[in-house]
Each structure stands twice: as structure tokens, then as C-alpha cells.
């Protein structure tokens, strides 16, 4: 049986996949299963050298602080004259914090925003120039739940408030950019069980979630990193401007 490989033959930049249990990881791997020579973005070197490096060869890592908007333009830059194009841009670096809202002090706020909402600004203000001039690019922004049932089970009010930014932004490049031939949607999932969560879902905390989860699940990576490919490809060609919710049907509106 031939498989269909979605993403063959382009070059796709994800942020935020050197964690090896988080959405950019799984991302990176269906991406390179698909076809496309991928570049991880991450902090720290050798973090996300050793992620490209376990996709194969051909794959490379970056380090890029995402909400520096000149590391992200470097960054770019960089990929572009190691790989001569981007077709698709994953914008998945982001963090949590679980702050009630009089606990919340600016440096906490403002980091939140900066990566979350400023990150994903900043790598799609550095990656449209190029777009532009090719006129086709695929942007996938990660949203979240959190923004449209007014906040998470884990994430705040400043959480929340980052990613319906995300979401009000991936909208307005979509009608911007769409005469330009670039595709921009973004992705709310639920609850996913990677590492951001770090030890807060416990096995009870888990089962009380799950409780009201029509399918029955917490979501895994994978679910994620299978809708972000398909959006980056061509069979969504007609695709643009949507945040598209992936929850198991525990948030229905």
C-alpha cells in the first residue's frame, strides 16, 4: 500500500520541540514522516540539536528565545540560507502558569504574553517576508481552550488572555495574508498530556477530567501533531482564518 506523504519535499519550522513529551515534538516527527525536512526551535542548543538529530538526518536544531524579536528574525534568517525556503511555520513555543488573578505580578504576566502571544507575532513577522515573495506558506498557531471557556483546568486569567490573542491573531494574518497565498489557522486543544503540566495531573485529578470527556480520554500529543500536519498541507488548501477545537468533545459550543 503507498501512504501519502503530506508535507514532502517542503521545509517546516516548529517552535517549542525539544520536550519529549509536548505537541511541538510529536509535530516535528509526523512532519518528518510525512516528507518535510524539519528545523526545531528551542532555548537551548543542544536541546533542540538532539531533537533534530533523533528525527534523522537532514533535520536541523535552533536555539531562538521566540519572544526576542530579533532572535527571531536571526533565527530565520538562518534557516532560510541553510535550507533555502519555509512552506510551513509551527508556532508552538508557549508556558503556563496556574497564578490567581490578584497573585499575578508583571514580571509573571509579562512573561506569558511575551512568549505566548508576542512568540508567535514575532516568528510569523519573521517568516512572512519570505511567504510573500513565494506566494504560498502554511502558519499554525497553538491556542487553547483556556481562551474559549474563560480559562483552563491548569492555566489563569493571563493564560487565557495570551491565547485568545492567539486566536484573535491568527485570524486577522489569515484575511491579511490570505491575497499573499499564506494559510493561517490556529489549534484551542484541551487537555493534552505533555510535560507542561509538570506533576499536576495526578492519576485522581486525571479520572475527575476524563469523567466528562465524551471520548472517554485526555488527549495525547499525536492528536494534536495529526490536525497540525493536515492544516500545513495541501488537502487543506482552502483552509484559512479558523481556530479549530480538539478536546474529545469535553468543550462543546
Known sequence: MVVMKLMENSVAVVTGAASPRGIGRATARLLAEHGA???????????AEAAAAALGEGH??????????????????R???DFGGIDSL???AGISRSTQVMDIGDEEY?????????????MCQAVIPHMRERKRGAIICIGSVAALR?????GSSHYAASKGGVHSLAKALARELGPDGIRVNAIAPGLIETDIFQGKLTEEKKREIVAGIPLGRVGQPQDVAQLAVFLASDAASYITGTIIDINGGGHIH
Open 79 to 81: 534557516i532560510l540560507s
Open 110 to 122: 509579562d512573561a506569558v504574553m511575551r512568549i505566548n502571544l508576542g512568540g508567535t507575532m514575532n
Open 60 to 77: 536541523r536544531g535552533y536555539a531562538c528565545d521566540v519572544g526576542d524579536r530579533g532572535e527571531a528574525q536571526a533565527t530565520a534568517r
Open 37 to 47: 525536512t524539519v528545523a526545531i526551535i528551542d532555548l537551548r542548543t543542544e536541546e
Open 150 to 154: 474563560g480559562g483552563g483546568l491548569f
Open 90 to 92: 509551527f508556532n508552538f
